[in-house]
């Protein structure tokens, strides 16, 4: 009997595959679900998206521990690998290794820290008045990562802020250079710009030394061929299933309110039916014929 790949596995594998990899934000076990099933091979557990389904900022409002509860949930809804958005890591680089160890507990394939400061705030807000990490500490997170893992699969990929908090290219890729060397699997590099030059800009410099991730947010414009060509490793949806959730319960939620009436909406919802086959309740009555007593 072939065992399936480890979920560890199969994210290191996306990572350095030869060919442009996409994985999709989630943010609990249904939205995880709806993901995998629509054929993604890795799932972006997103902080901000998180933060926000929980109702809260992305400022670290969420503790870690409750981030990880929700983690589990989508771990065990899903056999695609989940990439988690480690913001900092949650404090120095102790608090990193305490996250790495319970994050293998549960299953989680790798994490993506970046180098600013705890409490984090969202690249899109002020990002230029952002102070970014001390360099030599965010190594030390990095190593102290990497000690702390025990499947060698585990990967930590260092996110490079450089060009977020107003530093530019040279800062970008001295940073990247150290993240490497410290041993990150992988750099993401962001960029709020509306137009891809940044990243652009970094990854021909770069070239091929390790792979490169990114999130195309804010250039979304750009068509998916341009990363393609300039050799890119992974792209990330980072937070589409949230908005669209969230646009469609604003939508949902007015019209039950201004009719007070079912009809309006029903054809525009998910059938309960949809709901039970998500959750795989089939299998839940099948199990009780087999478990409770008959008669
Ligand atoms: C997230 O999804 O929480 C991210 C990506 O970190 S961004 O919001 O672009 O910073
Ligand atoms: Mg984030």
Redesign the pocket.
Known sequence: LRQPLTKTRQFRTLLQSEQLEFIC?AHNGLSAKIVEEAGFAGI?A????ISAQFGVR?NNEASWTQVLEDLEFMSDATKVPILL?GDTGYGNFNNMQRLIRKLEQRNIAAVCIEDKLFPKT???LKGDAQPMADMQEFCGKIKAGKDAQTDPDFCIIARVEAFICGWGLTEALRRAEAYHQAGADGILI?SALSVPDEILAFKREWGSRSPVVI?P?KYYSTPTDVFRQHGFSMVIW??HMLRAAVATMQKTARALKESENLLSIEDKVAPVSEIFRLQNAAELLEAEERYLPRG
């Open positions: 934000e972006w997103s902080g901000l998206s992305d958005d969202n690249s899109f962001h999130v947010t980072a937070n």
